[in-house]
């Protein structure tokens, strides 16, 4: 059997070699919401400078995506990080989402359409990142329960190794990770949503 990989030991090491280094880098970090995005800001503005980049055309319905993107943009003017952060809003394609989906509507949450929603969204954070210089892109979706940060992890590697540039390795809901997030959004006020963001998880938790 293969050993699991310890991922939030990889990022603490990358974050060692960074400090050994004298360097500060820069990290284009994709983000599904500001509650997610809350204590990974808390974290990597302790190291890096941080782009938050909110690209999720998956979200459902459009007054969904506009709420959670000002969400965004309102935790970031408010949250102090030791280095800066700023925030970029990607472009909001749905069709893009819907082209991707094709064939898998009926797949389970987590299954195969959320693991090519992973790619999608990491590709084009990878491209920002690539085009802007940054040193390295990931994501917060390793925040919550429930996504398998083994698969996000995976598809990291391989969207780095299609786009070349590294990708951060992480897996936030270590150590009380999503608990910190939990206390955070309630210290901030955030809306938390009840779904993941697409249709699909949309009707899911109506049917349930």
């Not at 993107?69 to 952060?85: G, S, W």
Request: hydrophobic share 30%.
């Amino acid at each position: 059997m293969q050993n699991k990989i310890n991922y939030n030991l990889i990022l603490e090491e990358t974050i060692a070699s960074c400090q050994k280094q004298g360097i500060v880098p820069e990290v284009m970090l994709h983000s599904c919401c500001a509650p997610c995005s809350s204590y990974v800001l808390s974290l990597l503005g302790e190291y890096f400078r941080v782009r938050v980049f909110y690209y999720n055309p998956n979200i459902y319905p459009e007054e969904e995506y506009r709420m959670r993107a000002r969400e965004q943009e309102r935790f970031i003017a408010k949250f102090p990080t030791r280095y800066p952060v700023d925030y970029v809003e990607g472009i909001y394609d749905t069709d893009q989402f819907y082209e991707m989906a094709k064939g898998l509507e009926d797949e389970p949450e987590r299954g195969a359409r959320c693991h090519k929603c992973y790619r999608l969204r990491l590709s084009e954070t990878a491209k920002q990142a690539k085009r802007d210089g940054f040193d390295y892109f990931t994501t917060t979706l390793s925040i919550s329960p429930q996504k398998d940060s083994a698969v996000l992890n995976e598809i990291g590697h391989e969207v780095s190794e299609e786009y070349g540039i590294p990708y951060l390795y992480s897996d936030f809901k270590k150590k009380d990770g999503y608990l910190k997030s939990t206390k955070l959004s309630a210290e901030y006020g955030m809306y938390r949503q009840d779904y993941c963001g697409c249709v699909f998880s949309y009707n899911e938790r109506s049917f349930r």
